[in-house]
C-alpha cells in the first residue's frame, strides 16, 4: 500500500526565505506527482504536476524535482512571501488514484 | 480551462437526514471523477471512484449505501450522504479528470463542500 509521508506538518519562516518541503512515498511505481495547495477551508490549487519519467517542473518561483527511484520530491519556494502561507500537500498517482501526505502547514511570517 | 464546480459550498443538516453534493466539469468532459472527504488536519481520503454510466468503484471501509454516487453524465457527478449522522461531518472535495487530455492523468479539484449534521 502507497504511503506518502510530509515531514514536518508544520514550518514557520521569515519573508524572503528560500526554503524546501520535502515529501516521501513508499512505492516508487507511480504515474505522476503532484504539488497542491490548500488555504483554509478551501479546496486544492494544483501547483505541479512531475511525469515519472520527469526529474522537474518549475513554475514562477516554485520548482519541484523527483527522485522516483528513492521514492523522494522536493518543492522549492524562492523568496517566499506571506501569501505563500497555506498548507502544501503532495500526492502520488498510480492505478489512477491519488493517494496523498498529510501536507505541511507553511506560516511566512512579514 | 479546467475547472470543477461544487455544490453547495457549505450545508448544515440534521442527524437523520440526507444530503446531495454536485460536482460539475464546466469546461471539459469528464469519464472519470473522485469523491474525497478530510477531516481537520488530515489528508484528503479517497472514497470511491465514480464512472459515468456505471457504478461508483468504492474504497474499503466507506459504505456503498450511506455514501450514494451517481454519474449520470460527462460533466456531472453527485453524493448523496443519507441518514447523516454528526460524525458524517467532513470537508467533501470531488475532482475529475479530462477524458480528452488523457495522457498527464490530472485531476482538477472542486472547492469542496463543508458537510455539517447536528
Known amino acids: 500500500k502507497q504511503e506518502v509521508t510530509q515531514i514536518p506538518a508544520a514550518l514557520s519562516v521569515p519573508e524572503g526565505e528560500n526554503l524546501v518541503l520535502n515529501c516521501s512515498f513508499t512505492?516508487?511505481?507511480?504515474?505522476?506527482l503532484q504539488w497542491f495547495r490548500q488555504d483554509p477551508g478551501k479546496g486544492l490549487t494544483s501547483l505541479l504536476l512531475i511525469q515519472s519519467s520527469q526529474r522537474e517542473q518549475t513554475s514562477g518561483r516554485l520548482n519541484a524535482s523527483l527522485d522516483k527511484s528513492s521514492g523522494r520530491s522536493t518543492l522549492y519556494i524562492a523568496a517566499s512571501q506571506p501569501g505563500d502561507s497555506a498548507t502544501y500537500l503532495c500526492a502520488v498517482q498510480a492505478n489512477s488514484k491519488l493517494t496523498f501526505g498529510k501536507g505541511i502547514t507553511l506560516s511566512v511570517r512579514p | 480551462g479546467a475547472v470543477v464546480s461544487q455544490h453547495p459550498s457549505w450545508v448544515i443538516c440534521k442527524s437523520g437526514t440526507s444530503v446531495k453534493i454536485e460536482c460539475r466539469s464546466l469546461?471539459?468532459?469528464?469519464?472519470?471523477m473522485f469523491w474525497y472527504r478530510q477531516f481537520p488536519k488530515q489528508s484528503l481520503m479517497l472514497m470511491a471512484t465514480?464512472?459515468?454510466?456505471?457504478?461508483?468503484?468504492?474504497e474499503q471501509g466507506v459504505e456503498k449505501d450511506k455514501f450514494l454516487i451517481n454519474h449520470a453524465s460527462l460533466t456531472l457527478s453527485t453524493l448523496t450522504v443519507t441518514s447523516a449522522h454528526p460524525e458524517d461531518s467532513s470537508f467533501y472535495i470531488c475532482?475529475?479528470?479530462?477524458?480528452?487530455?488523457?495522457?498527464?492523468?490530472?485531476?482538477?479539484f472542486g472547492p469542496g463542500t463543508r458537510l455539517t449534521v447536528t
Open positions: 465514480s464512472n459515468e454510466g456505471s457504478k461508483a468503484t468504492y
Open positions: 475532482s475529475a479528470r479530462d477524458s480528452v487530455a488523457g495522457g498527464a492523468y490530472e485531476q482538477y
Open positions: 469546461d471539459f468532459q469528464a469519464t472519470t
Open positions: 512505492d516508487s511505481a507511480i504515474y505522476n
